[in-house]
């Protein structure tokens, strides 16, 4: 699991996200910068959780909802002047890629449950 790209990508978004959350000013960190940190901690929490279970479909999919959340937090964070241009850039790179990684397991899978192959998905 700790291997895994989608468990490091989430890892470095949640040290990048806890410290820039914590210097929101303080009308702010209170709402936006907990709502922020949570939404993370709940994205992490959800891929934990489809780790560990056998039908991982429902896990994954309120990972991905945590994830929406996450960048719709940070959009507003940056609406706000939160955080900078540049900083708003690099959080939004990490939640593509965790994002695309995040999917490609969704549709892993989603082959899984109905027992088809790249082969036959390929097939005429």
């Known amino acids: 699991m700790a291997d895994s790209p989608l468990f490091a990508r989430c890892h ?3 040290l990048w996200i806890m410290p820039a959350t914590v210097r929101y ?22 891929l934990v959780a489809a780790a560990r279970r056998r039908d991982k479909r429902q896990a994954l999919q309120a990972a991905d909802e945590a ?12 609406d706000l002047n939160l955080i900078t241009a540049a900083q708003h850039e690099h959080a939004a790179r990490m939640l593509d890629e965790i994002g695309r990684l995040l999917g490609g397991w969704r549709k892993a899978q989603a082959r899984a449950a109905t027992g088809s192959t790249e082969h036959d998905a390929n097939s005429p």
Request: no cysteine; hydrophobic share 40%; net charge positive.
């Open 12 to 14: 470095d978004l949640i």
């Open 25 to 46: 000013p303080r009308h702010y960190r209170a709402a936006l910068g907990k709502a922020t940190q949570e939404a993370a901690l709940r994205l992490q929490r959800e």
């Open 67 to 78: 994830l929406h959340e996450l960048r719709l937090l940070v959009r507003q964070g940056r």
